[in-house]
């Protein structure tokens, strides 16, 4: 098939919308397959990165679907927008316009963990990716479904190496490319299942890719399953609200973007979300209809962390489950009963949801499903989320073995940079689990691969304190308009100045002491365990929890007022304050791990055959699944003992 590909003829494009590029020469430096998360953004940032693109997918009135849940954010996702919005990505942006609910979750610990979240308005949220997307410079859109890839012959030297030339669609028609980036989500053989009745499709609606789906397998690239579901929708007025807990929106709603100050709809013209739980006649349903749902049954992996009703039943018998009523927009007449994913037959889902508070009335319109898929183990791609088998090939989204449009999303903008990168001969732009949670997510990816849905939190990230929501425009910005231009001038500027007055505001408050008469009011005397009549820096000062910039700029205006006089960065003040001593030892621990991640393993390595090195049989299967780049990758793999890690360092040190 892949060779057959490469004698078809160009055929003229079907439906351009966009489009610069000249007609009948379908001809990019980078092509994006699937217009999901990983897919808008892989394409908005090859195309910000200077890149003639083109996004290809089945439908344009699907690009930026929100396939299950309306929200966007949480606990760990919301650092991956924050990154994402700092490398100039498109998803806080756009949540910042389509948002009906807005709340940053975790409040009660400290900033560091703090989860920015809301509720999205589902077809808003598309009309405004679908307006960004179709507007952007260098972006061509076309509708048309992918079934195979263009590969150019292997060099005579390296016979077993493809790279990629472009894409056949389903109509026969080619569209040559430097770079491909693959996002096709759930599609790859995707079948969704109800009660006992499955069905071949990508999402409910969807066809599935099942032609590309071969190809990779043929390539030789190695192939899972996964599984993941969706619950039912109901209607709103069929809801009995009047007896739920009600959750109001925060006032002020924090925008998810650093370029915006504020959100598009006030709080209080948001949406509420309501709360109530299952009781036990849902376990009943489930256990006793256990033979008629048959994507329950199957051993394929689902989601741990966003399980489906009946998994949560097995799991935890005899509990009360949550399930959060959520608005799906403001003109939508829907509820999406979150917690409640689930793949019984149509007519038990009906009982099932009349079973619960609130919902003794409910009416529902569309039933859960579950959906099947293929994803390809992640350790064949390298951290530029370019393909090990085949060059300028890359794998963005939950096509990697991850869940959720935050993971996708940051995949896709590093992918599409990187894509783009490859075509200018540029070096990679990777982020290392030290600068971002994005560094974190590929690196766990690409080293541990995902054996079940990847999904975000930060407990994964070992530098939490570091990489903060607060501070990603400081981590990645810069480096974003430097090494990948994938930055606006604008958005650089407004990063470099916000870096430079919080450098600023530091070692001003640094500087100043204030003598015990001017701090000790600010500070109740219960949370503090020093010397009361000692002079303290303004910045110890602001380190106590009751303290924030206003309150200080009250005692020493002159050089503090113009700090506290900008909400922003006050805040970004307190933060920096808050967490300055602890940062002092995390800088060490960031330094000995960036001196592992310098220490490279050469590419082409053959660790089932490497002499000189002793290696356990087990330590060199697992070295040659994940091919780790750098002696900190390799130290990450479970099971590579640090016995091996040291002798893989020597063999390293006298390599070079
Ligand atoms: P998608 O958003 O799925 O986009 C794939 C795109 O590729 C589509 O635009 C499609 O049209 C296009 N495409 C596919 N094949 C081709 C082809 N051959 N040619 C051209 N275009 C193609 N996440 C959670 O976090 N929690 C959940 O509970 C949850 N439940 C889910 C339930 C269901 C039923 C589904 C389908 C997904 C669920 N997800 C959930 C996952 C979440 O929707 C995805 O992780 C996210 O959308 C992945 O983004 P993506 O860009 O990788 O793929």
Redesign the pocket.
Known sequence: RVAASLSKQHLPSARFSGDRAAPGTPHFDVVV???????TEAAAAAARCGSRTLL????VD??G?????PSFGGIGKGHLMREVDALDGLCARICDQSGVHYKVLNRRKGPAVWGLRAQIDRKLYKQNMQKEILNTPLLAVRE????DLLLAKPEPQRPGSFRVRGVVLVDGSAVYAESVVL?????LRGMVVIGLETHPA???G?QP?VG?AQTLEKLGFVVGRLK???PPRITKESVNFSILNKQTPDDPSVPFSFINETVWIKPEDQLPCYLTHTDPRVDEIVLENLHLNSHIKETTRG?RY?PSIESKVLRFPNRRHQVWLEPEGLDSDLIYPQGL?MTLPAELQEKVITCIRGLEKAKVVQPG???QYDYLDPRQISPSLETQLVQRLFF????NG????E??AAQ?VIAGINASLRVRRKPPFVVSRTEGYIGVLVDDLTTLGASEPY?MFTSRAEFRLSLRPDNADSRLTLRGYEEAGCVSQQRFERASQMKASLEEGISVLKSIQLSSSKWKNLIPEASISIDRGVPLSALDILKYEEVHMELLAAVAPAPLQKYAECRELAERLKIEATYESALLHQQQEIKEVQRDEALELPEDLDYLRLKDVSLSCEVREKLHLSRPRTIGAASRIPGVTPAAVTNLLRFVKTAQ
Do not use: K, W
């Open positions: 397959i699937g217009g999901g998360h990983a897919g290809l997918t089945h439908r699907t690009i679907q929100m396939s299950c849940n048309g479904a992918v079934e996002t096709t989500g759930t599609f990508g999402r409910l969807d890719s590309l993941t579901g969706t989601p966003c994913s499903y579950g959906v963005a989204g939950q096509i991850t869940t959720g449009y993971e996708a896709g999904r």
